[in-house]
């Protein structure tokens, strides 16, 4: 079975894929954009939901086999594991929370995962397919969801979202501890190249990501409301007059 190499010819073939299928989604979207909510929107929507289970949990069940579960990195504790779920769910409901969970994690924390990725396997192994089937999905849906159908973020979104990722941390560095385990690379750096390496030692590039992030993920959010508010500020035009009416 081929291995996979970080920017190998099949890297960049995966790269080109989603870069390729970033406007198409886009379009898509922009379809249904005066009326996310539609029943022709949902519908959409939802198939485009059913879509990511079908990659991400054959990949899951495959770090179950005997010769390939590992305690020490097969546990769903990872935030891609909970990504996918989290995009899921906000395809087949539209709720804000995890609707801005997918923008801010697919677009900032799953995209790592694209350039970076923590994979061993070749094309055309179940855990390759699987694994770029349910990353680019992910960055495809917060794609889809935002730019295409519109549902932006608001001030608060992104408070819940810091909130519920640093939870997600504090949680996983606890039983990382626990464990002797390193889920989140909170308590020590991948083993394979990645943005990590410029941050410094632990536990300086744990407090350097967690800035990065948040500050990138704040600069994600200000254009959104700054535009929703110059619309609340614009004046509303005046009615015109019915057809046959006086002067």
């Known amino acids: 079975m081929n291995s996979f190499h970080a920017f190998s010819t099949s890297h960049f073939v995966m790269l080109a894929l989603f870069v390729a299928g970033i406007w198409p989604v886009v379009r898509l979207g922009r379809r249904y954009h005066d009326d996310p909510h539609s029943p022709a929107a949902r519908r959409v929507s939802r198939i485009f939901a059913i879509a990511i289970p079908c990659f991400t949990i054959p990949l899951q069940l495959v770090d179950l086999l005997p010769g390939q579960y590992s305690f020490r990195s097969s546990l769903p504790l990872q935030l891609c594991d909970l990504a996918w779920i989290v995009a899921t769910l906000a395809l ?6 995890v609707v801005a969970l997918t923008y801010y994690w697919g677009l900032v924390l799953t995209t790592q995962a694209l350039i970076t990725p923590s994979l061993t396997t070749g094309f055309p192994s179940p855990k390759f397919i699987a694994f770029w089937g349910s990353h680019i999905l992910i960055v495809w849906a917060a794609i889809f969801l935002v730019f295409g159908l519109g549902l932006a973020p608001r001030w608060r979104d992104y408070a819940t979202t810091v909130a519920t990722t640093a939870a997600w941390a504090v949680t996983v560095y606890v ?17 394979s190249a990645s943005l990590l390496d410029f941050l410094g030692p632990w536990p300086t590039y744990v407090v350097a990501e967690i800035a990065i992030i948040a500050t990138v993920w704040a600069l994600m959010t200000w254009p959104w409301e700054r535009v929703r508010r110059a619309r609340a500020a614009s004046p509303t035009p005046p009615a015109s007059a019915p057809s046959g009416s006086s002067r």
Do not use: D, E, I, Q
């Open 92 to 97: 087949w409901t539209h709720h804000r929370y």
């Open 175 to 191: 039983f990382n501890v626990a464990a002797s385990t390193n889920y989140g690379y909170l308590n020590a750096k991948p083993a």
